[in-house]
Each structure stands twice: as C-alpha cells, then as structure tokens.
C-alpha cells in the first residue's frame, strides 16, 4: 500500500452552529477534510503562545501608553488655565496667545483625542476576536 494514500478517519462531532461553520470554512476547498488538513497543517500551537504573548504585551503597552496620554491632556488643561491667568493679570499678551499657544495647545488636544479614539477602537476589534 502506498505510504500516501489516506486510510485513516476520525470521527468528530459537532453541533450545528459548528458544521455551518466548519462549512463556510470549507467554501474554498474541494473538499471539508481538505480545509481541516491544511487547518491543522498552518496551525502552530508554539506560534499562537508567541502571538499571544505579544498581543498581551502590545495589549500593556498601550495602556500604559492611554494613561500617560490622560496625563499629558491633564497637563495641557493645566498650561491653558495658567495662560489665561497670566493674560487676566497682564503677564502674557492676548493677541500671542490666541495666535500662537492657542492653536498650538488645540493641535495638541486633538492629536491626544484621536490617539486615544484609535485605540479605543483596537481595543474593540481585538475584544471581538
């Protein structure tokens, strides 16, 4: 008998969320048994550790990364709240303020904000998955 030739079966059960599943899957091969050889060929139990661990230490990283970005936001408030004290008591002129701070502490907020958004919505997706 020729070492190649595919004699052996397994037998597995499943419901039938998983079947349709296991189906729509398959759509792209000839047959079912097909996508599950080159399923559990592709698949690399060490890697997925490794990508997972990573995922995990990317998932820190930008925490902490969401949290230093709080802060900095923070400390932007604070700087605009002290220019308007020292534009009330006479110490910083209105009209370099407003053309120059002013625009330049707006930038800043937005690109805290927008930061921020963006990794809200990564925190979504990989939630989902």
Known sequence: MKEDKRVNRIN???????????????????Q??????DAVTQFDDIKTK??????????????????ELSKQGGNLNQITKR???LIFMGELDKTYYEEVISHQIKLLQELVYDVKKQQSEIFKRLLKS
């Open 32 to 37: 079912m048994s097909a996508m599950i050889r």
């Open 50 to 67: 490794g990508w997972i661990t990573a995922l995990n230490d990317l998932s820190i990283l930008i925490s902490n990364f969401s949290t």
């Open 83 to 85: 220019a308007n004290e």
């Open 12 to 30: 597995l059960h499943l419901n039938n969320k998983e079947l349709e599943l296991f189906r729509n899957k398959a759509n792209n091969y000839s």
